[in-house]
């Protein structure tokens, strides 16, 4: 069982990124798929969720600015990032869930800066 994180990047103020995850060895459809972030010193938080239905939330930091999806076709979720802050620099983790199975990525880096 394995989430393979992708699309991290360095960019600018106001700039969009796509981030995937990747998941592998396991029935990806049954699994509510999360993302979360972490910042330098700080706690790993929630980002965005999407249950096996494809019912979305949102913390309120990205609302109206981060999109989460999953295609189940492919085994992949899907974190578009529009209008991205400095204050989104973090690494972003993909995380997966269905009953005691708690399944972690390895991560990706975004770094907004100018």
């Known amino acids: 069982v394995q989430l393979v994180e992708s699309g991290g990047d360095l960019l600018q103020p106001g700039g969009s990124l796509r981030l995937s995850c990747a998941a592998s060895?396991?029935?990806?459809?049954?699994?509510?798929m999360a993302w979360y972030c972490q910042a330098p010193g700080k706690q790993r938080e929630l980002v965005a969720g999407?249950?096996?239905?494809?019912?979305?939330n949102y913390a309120d930091s990205v609302k109206c600015r981060f999109t989460i999806s999953r295609d189940n076709g492919k085994d992949t979720a899907y974190l578009q990032m529009n209008s991205l802050k400095p204050e989104d620099t973090a690494v972003y983790y993909c995380?997966?869930?269905?009953?005691?199975?708690?399944?972690w990525g390895q991560g990706t880096q975004v770094t907004v800066s100018s």
């Open positions: 995380n997966a869930r269905y009953r005691n199975d708690d399944i």
């Open positions: 999407i249950t096996a239905s494809g019912r979305t």
């Open positions: 060895g396991m029935i990806f459809g049954i699994y509510a």
